[in-house]
């Protein structure tokens, strides 16, 4: 498994700084490699096999990271766009030099649990419709909701473009003349699925939070914008949830 890939783009890749930042650290002096300093951050090392060192403390590479992240309303789950702001443009300096990307989408003006990760293989398995992972969300729609659109949801409904949703489980949480506070559970995810849904129930939702996604909760000490890394524990599901647990 000899993977080798040049020294400035390792270091930029751990958080050291950017590429032309770590080639100045390199010709500081302030990288070692094997115990050796080198002059130019295009010489190849082996992350695995070698021991580099920045300052004296040793940069221990990985080559997949992964967050989570509560996605605030107003900006737009993509990794770049023209007008919007993204939410790549949330993380900090030292976690944009990952590639980062969403796993999946949610609206501009839904918030919650957005997977942010460069490990494409994990977005698929999870994306993957053959998969099913089911998500969860917070929805407070329009109006009344009762045991009739339980029924409904649980036979699948029919949306606009006349799709038929598979089995999907609502809960009841507080129901008013004009707002009711549901949770949803869906097995797919397909373009604006939940307000569809409730919508060919004749409701529409006027707030919008995912709260899981397969074995992985939001965590309740995020506040909107804000972010960290999954424990290891929670990696370990998504890889299970996402049939890469063998890699
Ligand atoms: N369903 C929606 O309608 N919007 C989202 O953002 C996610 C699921």
Redo the contacts with the bound molecule.
């Keep these: 498994m000899a993977k080798t890939m040049r020294l400035d783009k390792l270091l930029s890749h751990m958080g050291i700084g950017t590429r032309s930042e770590v080639r100045k650290y390199i010709r500081y002096g302030w990288v070692e490699v094997d115990g050796a300093k080198p002059k130019s951050g295009s010489v190849h090392v082996h992350p695995e096999a070698q021991t580099v060192l920045y300052k004296g403390a040793p940069v221990i590479y990985k080559e997949y990271v992964y967050y989570m992240m509560n996605k605030p309303q107003g900006v737009v789950s993509a990794t770049e766009d023209a007008r919007e702001s993204t939410v790549i443009d949330l993380l900090e300096p030292e976690d944009q030099v990952f590639d980062l990307f969403p796993v999946g ?3 501009k003006d ?1 918030e919650g649990l957005l997977i942010l990760t460069n490990h494409g293989a994990l977005a698929h398995g999870l994306l993957s419709p053959k998969r099913h992972v089911f998500k969860t ?1 917070e929805a407070v729609v329009d109006g009344p909701v009762n045991e009739n659109d339980i029924s409904a949801f649980k036979a699948g409904v029919t949306l606009d473009d006349g799709y038929e949703t598979l089995p999907a489980e609502l809960e009841i949480l507080s129901v008013g003349d004009h707002k009711s506070e549901t949770r949803l559970t869906i097995y797919e995810g397909k373009f ?5 849904m409730f919508e060919s129930r004749g409701r529409f ?1 006027v707030f ?1 939070k ?1 709260i899981s996604m397969g074995p992985l909760k939001l965590d309740d000490a995020l506040s909107p914008g804000e972010y960290r890394a999954l424990t290891e524990d929670e990696v370990n599901q998504l890889l299970e949830q996402a049939g890469l647990s063998e890699e």
């Design positions: 989408r949610l609206d839904t969300y604006h699925q939940v307000k569809r939702v919008l995912r």
